[in-house]
């Protein structure tokens, strides 16, 4: 399965995104990773810098499923989406 890694622009960022993806592609070798892909993907990770999560709203990710990170409390749950789509 294909999984778009998504940056929002940066603008309030409040943990470091760039090391969470290398963590994600890390954790979960069986996927294939791509970095802000333009065309749509099976599976979207946007990692929002902030709250805020913009570029979740924005409507300029295409994929079928996405899961929108807004800070490292939602770790556990990113990986949870992740397991469950592994399992399919």
């Known amino acids: 399965m294909t999984v778009n890694i998504k ?3 940066g603008c309030n960022p409040r943990y470091d ?3 969470t993806a290398k963590k994600i592609m890390a954790m979960f070798p069986e996927f294939t990773f791509l970095i802000n892909e333009k065309s749509c993907t ?3 990770v946007i990692l929002c810098g902030c709250s805020v999560a913009c570029v979740a709203k924005d409507g300029k990710v295409s994929a ?3 899961f929108a990170m807004k800070g490292p409390d939602d770790w556990e749950s990113l990986c949870f989406f992740l397991e469950q789509l ?3």
């Open 42 to 44: 099976d599976t979207a």
């Open 17 to 19: 995104r760039v090391q």
């Open 86 to 88: 592994g399992e399919k």
């Open 7 to 9: 940056y929002c622009g």
């Open 64 to 66: 079928k499923q996405a």
